[in-house]
């Protein structure tokens, strides 16, 4: 289908034709679309740390960058499970949305002036003939940590952050749907985060944790 082959192409930030992009996806494909689609977002789950800071750098985006440093925000985790879905032949996009934290540690709502996350980013597969949302964003230690359930893919239904708690309180809050892309957007995001947060804070906030978790 020609509407679909930029979703299966290399793009700027989803460099699906990366040589270690190909040999992780060849690694992880399984007997079916379905089945690889799972098996890529446990990786980028799991073996892809998250941190919740987004970098200023256009080249902090690039999936390849990001699977050799293995750690990143949201957004970065879901650029990489894309361009590892397009290596492994499954048609692949971005979506993102606009989501509040009703449990927020306080510090860093002291530190972001709110508990909205601005263009909170996730991947989308095209399986079995529909758009499958996963957000690999909090691997299983930070969900534990925060006392939540990982995010699980079964590779039929959207894989979406928890809207409450197990306790039963209110978690996520997905409050605006921002649409789907065939690459980061990155100028729009970067505009967003200008407007909505204290750049320079943000901005020494990645660069103290990069230095501690390594460029």
Same mark, same amino acid.
């Given at each position: 289908?020609?509407?679909?082959?930029?979703?299966?192409?290399?793009?700027?930030?989803?460099?699906?034709?990366?040589? /270690? &992009? &190909?040999?992780?996806?060849?690694?992880?494909?399984?007997?079916? $679309?379905?089945?690889? /689609? &799972?098996?890529? +977002?446990?990786?980028?789950?799991?073996?892809?740390?998250?941190?919740?800071? $987004?970098?200023?750098?256009?080249?902090? +985006?690039?999936? /390849?960058?990001?699977?050799?440093?293995?750690?990143?925000?949201?957004?970065?985790?879901?650029?990489?499970?894309?361009?590892?879905?397009?290596?492994?032949? *499954?048609?692949?996009?971005?979506?993102?949305?606009?989501?509040?934290?009703?449990?927020?540690?306080?510090?860093?709502?002291?530190?972001?002036?709110?508990?909205? +996350?601005?263009?909170?980013?996730?991947?989308?597969?095209?399986?079995?003939?529909?758009?499958?949302?996963?957000?690999?964003?909090?691997?299983?230690?930070?969900?534990?940590?925060?006392?939540?359930?990982?995010?699980?893919?079964?590779?039929?239904?959207?894989?979406?952050?928890?809207?409450?708690?197990?306790?039963?309180?209110?978690? *996520?809050?997905?409050?605006?749907?921002?649409?789907? +892309?065939?690459?980061? $957007?990155?100028?729009? *995001?970067?505009? /967003? *985060?200008?407007?909505?947060?204290?750049?320079?804070?943000?901005?020494?906030?990645?660069?103290?944790?990069?230095?501690?978790?390594?460029?």
């Amino acid at each position: 289908m020609p509407e679909l082959d930029a979703t299966l192409r290399p793009a700027r930030f989803l460099d699906c034709d990366h040589p /270690s &992009i &190909i040999a992780l996806a060849r690694s992880l494909t399984r007997a079916t $679309p379905r089945e690889t /689609s &799972i098996a890529l +977002f446990d990786w980028v789950r799991d073996h892809v740390v998250y941190v919740p800071l $987004p970098p200023a750098d256009a080249h902090d +985006f690039v999936a /390849s960058v990001v699977l050799a440093r293995r750690w990143g925000y949201c957004v970065q985790k879901a650029a990489l499970l894309a361009a590892l879905g397009r290596a492994a032949g *499954i048609p692949s996009r971005l979506g993102f949305a606009d989501v509040r934290n009703h449990q927020l540690p306080e510090h860093m709502r002291a530190a972001m002036g709110t508990n909205l +996350f601005t263009w909170h980013g996730y991947t989308e597969f095209l399986l079995d003939g529909r758009w499958v949302k996963a957000t690999p964003a909090f691997d299983t230690g930070t969900a534990t940590k925060a006392g939540v359930l990982p995010v699980a893919l079964d590779g039929a239904n959207d894989a979406l952050m928890h809207p409450v708690d197990p306790r039963g309180n209110p978690y *996520i809050e997905y409050v605006r749907e921002r649409g789907d +892309f065939d690459d980061v $957007p990155f100028d729009a *995001i970067q505009a /967003s *985060i200008r407007e909505l947060y204290d750049a320079d804070v943000l901005r020494a906030a990645w660069a103290a944790r990069a230095e501690r978790l390594g460029t």
